[in-house]
């Protein structure tokens, strides 16, 4: 239904994007731990009311561009915006209220919350989006239409371990192997 990883309410659409995309975390299938992914390490304040978290800085998008902080601070942007319907929005919301960000440096950014939030790193493995590509588009109200089923694939631009590089509507989706991804096996 889409190619767009903030709009995605179906499991198809979620399917394809799962390693198109990164999070910031993810859970550990066998564990159920929450590790790091594009956010390397993170420190929570003696209130419970901010958490720092520290990205890597090995990252970079599909088209070559830096992953950032920026990156990070857009996405929560686009997921609070009130003409941009995403199921995101509610696993964000700590009652009822929006997460706050700062960003800190290019590689660092503070989510500031209403109240301590016991789940909250559990709530943060849904995909980062690239600012540099998107931000145009949510500041004119065209980000609902951005990334559809009709978007050519390397248009698609995210900083998981494979790129879209086919999409035939019903019928077929292929993947390349992102070259120089992030994470790397022994």
């Keep these: 239904k889409t190619l767009n990883p903030i709009l995605v309410t179906d499991a198809a659409s979620g399917d394809i994007l799962r390693d198109v995309f990164d999070g910031l975390v993810r859970q550990n ?5 929450v590790e790091p ?11 419970g009311l901010e958490v720092t978290l520290h990205l890597r800085r090995d990252v970079r998008w599909h088209d070559g561009k830096p ?3 920026a990156d990070v601070a857009f996405t929560f942007e686009a997921i609070y915006h ?6 995101s929005k509610f696993v964000l919301l700590i009652d009822g209220q929006p997460i706050k960000t700062e960003v800190l ?6 989510l500031r919350l209403p109240r301590p939030f016991a789940p909250l790193l559990h709530s943060l493995g849904g995909a980062i989006v690239p600012r540099h590509l998107l931000a145009d588009a949510l500041a004119n109200d065209r980000f609902t239409q951005t990334w559809g089923i009709d978007t050519p694939p390397e248009k698609i631009v ?3 371990p494979y790129e879209l590089t086919q999409y035939v509507q019903g019928q077929q989706v292929r993947f ?11």
Excluded: C
Aim: proline share 7%.
């Design 67 to 69: 992953f950032t902080a």
């Design 158 to 160: 995210g900083t998981g």
């Design 82 to 87: 009130p003409r941009v319907p995403n199921s």
């Design 29 to 33: 299938p066998y564990t159920g731990a």
């Design 176 to 186: 390349r192997r992102t070259d120089d991804y992030w994470m790397k096996d022994d």
């Design 105 to 110: 440096d290019d590689h660092t950014i503070r």
């Design 37 to 47: 992914m594009l956010a390397e390490r993170w420190q929570f304040s003696a209130d």
